[in-house]
Structures are given as structure tokens and as C-alpha cells.
């Protein structure tokens, strides 16, 4: 197990489920760890299991959502001001939606959530890991991705919804912008992986009403654990023989060969784009 003693590590979606488990492990190896989630009752309760399992002034709540471009800039703003250094960022939070949601933005909300949020946020921290360099960014991607390809003519799904097209074209979405973050990233020291945790009983479609926790009722019997599904995103986060590799996509803490279709750079740097001018990050 690495000694992260003297890291500081953010990790989004950590008030439950693969997030919750991410950060547990941080904070045994001897991290910092800064937990990122929506609601206070689920973030005080993590937060507390958290400081049990290491020391209480190693984690920190921050309230945000991620859904929300504003909140995002705020969170960041937050974090900034209270962590000199930044050793690992975790894009964890998720979601799936039933039927097409458009947020106060104006963007569908599964792609704002499962892309523009990881881009956002990891614009407005992205100085800051560089001055921590060596440093890492990992984004939690999915196998879900293969039911793209993205369309970048169509970004905020409309027309005819599908929410498991949506929301693996939002995944393929975080293996593209892996890519060209890896590619503007090279000889900074900071690298950027994307992983896929595997099926994992989690909150992620809980915010669908009953329809939706009582699907994730039925299918948990065949998925793993938290615990299990977090593995891959701490080998990626962590492991020492990893140092220096960037722009892969892992699976069962292995490198895999993502979709050809997440693989084309230049969708990725049109995507890149496109994001720069919906969040207002990323410009340069």
C-alpha cells in the first residue's frame, strides 16, 4: 500500500458508494482528502466514517452541485483557498437519467454532470496540480462508453432520448477528454487516466424516484461492491509503476484498449472546444 502521508487528494461523488470507497482508501494510506458531494446529511455521515478510519483533521466536506456551473466555480474557489498543494483529483460523480432533464444552465444534465463537471472543475484546478506535479488526474469512466459514439452535433441529446446512449456517450466523453488533457499535459508532470469500475451497487440512478431505486434494487444482486468497484480508481490513482503514463483507460486495474470511436483525436480536441466555450474553462 502506498504512503500518501503529506498528499492532498479531491475526490467527487465521495458521499457514497464508489466515491466513498476511493476516498476510504486515501485516507488509509495517510492522505488529505478532500470529499466532494451534494447533500449534507449523506456528506456528514461519510465524513464522520471517514475521520473513525484515519485522523479528523485529514478530511474535508465540500457541498456542491456538480450539475451546477456556478457551484462548480465555487467549489473550486473553496478548494483552492484551503489546499496549497494538490496531488490527485478524482472525477468520481455520476449520474443516469430516466428522461431528458435540462439543468438552470440549459445543458442536458447527464452530460453535465458526467463531462462538463469533470472538465470545469478540473480547469479551475488545473494550476495547481501542476505546481504539486508529480501529480494525477482520474476519471471514472465506464464500459458504457462503447453505446456511443459521441455526437458532437448533438451534445445536449435532443430529439429521440435513450438514457443509456446519454450516458455512454457522457462516458465516451471522459475518455476523450483524457486523451487531450494527456496530450496538452506532457512535460508537466501531471498524468490523466481514465477508468472503468465495473458494475457497482451505488446511488448512481437514485435520483430517478422509485422507478429508479427500485431497477437498482433488482440489478444490485448482480453487481459488486463499492469496495471492489473503487479498486481500479486507487491503483490508477496510486500505484508507483504508474508513474508517467497518461491518456490510457483501465479496467480491472489493467490497461484496455477503449472503443476506436474514443480514440479519435480530433473529436477530442473538437469536444475540447466545444466544452471550453459551453463552461467558459479551458480556453487557452
Same mark, same amino acid.
Given at each position: ?65 456538480? &450539475?451546477?456551473?456556478?457551484?462548480? $466555480?465555487?467549489? !473550486?474557489?473553496? #478548494? /483552492?483557498? =484551503? ?5 490527485? @483529483? ?72 435513450? &438514457?443509456?446512449?446519454?450516458?455512454? $456517450?457522457?462516458? !465516451?466523453?471522459? #475518455? /476523450?477528454? =483524457? ?5 496538452? @499535459? ?72 477503449? &472503443? ?7 473529436? !477530442? ?16
Amino acid at each position: 500500500m502506498p504512503d500518501l502521508a503529506g498528499k492532498t487528494c479531491v475526490v467527487t461523488g465521495a458521499t457514497s458508494g464508489i466515491g466513498e470507497a476511493t476516498a476510504l482508501g486515501l485516507v488509509r494510506m495517510g492522505a488529505r482528502v478532500v470529499i466532494v458531494g451534494r447533500s449534507q446529511a449523506r456528506g456528514q455521515a461519510t465524513l464522520a466514517r471517514l475521520q473513525a478510519a484515519g485522523s479528523a483533521d485529514r478530511v474535508d466536506l465540500r457541498l456542491a452541485d456538480l &450539475a451546477s456551473l456556478a457551484d462548480i $466555480r465555487r467549489l !473550486a474557489d473553496e #478548494i /483552492l483557498a =484551503t489546499c496549497p498543494r494538490i496531488h490527485l @483529483l478524482v472525477n468520481n460523480a455520476g449520474v443516469v437519467n430516466l428522461h431528458h432533464r435540462i439543468n438552470a444552465d440549459g445543458f442536458e444534465e447527464t452530460f453535465a454532470v458526467n463531462h462538463l463537471a469533470y472538465f470545469a472543475l478540473t480547469n479551475r484546478l488545473l494550476d495547481r496540480l501542476v505546481a504539486s506535479a508529480p501529480a494525477r488526474i482520474v476519471n471514472v469512466s465506464s464500459e458504457a462508453h462503447r453505446f456511443g459514439p459521441l455526437d458532437l452535433d448533438n451534445l445536449q441529446s435532443e430529439g429521440k432520448y435513450g &438514457a443509456m446512449r446519454t450516458y455512454g $456517450r457522457s462516458k !465516451a466523453a471522459n #475518455i /476523450l477528454f =483524457t486523451r487531450e488533457l494527456a496530450r496538452r @499535459l506532457e512535460g508537466t508532470g501531471v498524468t490523466v487516466n481514465a477508468v472503468h469500475p465495473g458494475a457497482v451497487a451505488s446511488r448512481l440512478g437514485a435520483h430517478n424516484g422509485w422507478v429508479g431505486k427500485l431497477a437498482m434494487g433488482l440489478l444490485k444482486v448482480f453487481f459488486q461492491t463499492p469496495e471492489k468497484g473503487a479498486r481500479t480508481s486507487l491503483h490508477v490513482a496510486t500505484a508507483p509503476e504508474l508513474d508517467g503514463v497518461s491518456g490510457a483507460y483501465f479496467a480491472r486495474c489493467r490497461e484496455k484498449q477503449p &472503443a476506436a470511436s474514443a480514440c479519435d483525436s480530433e473529436t !477530442a480536441q473538437r469536444l475540447w472546444d466545444a466544452s471550453a466555450q459551453l463552461t467558459g474553462t479551458g480556453s487557452a
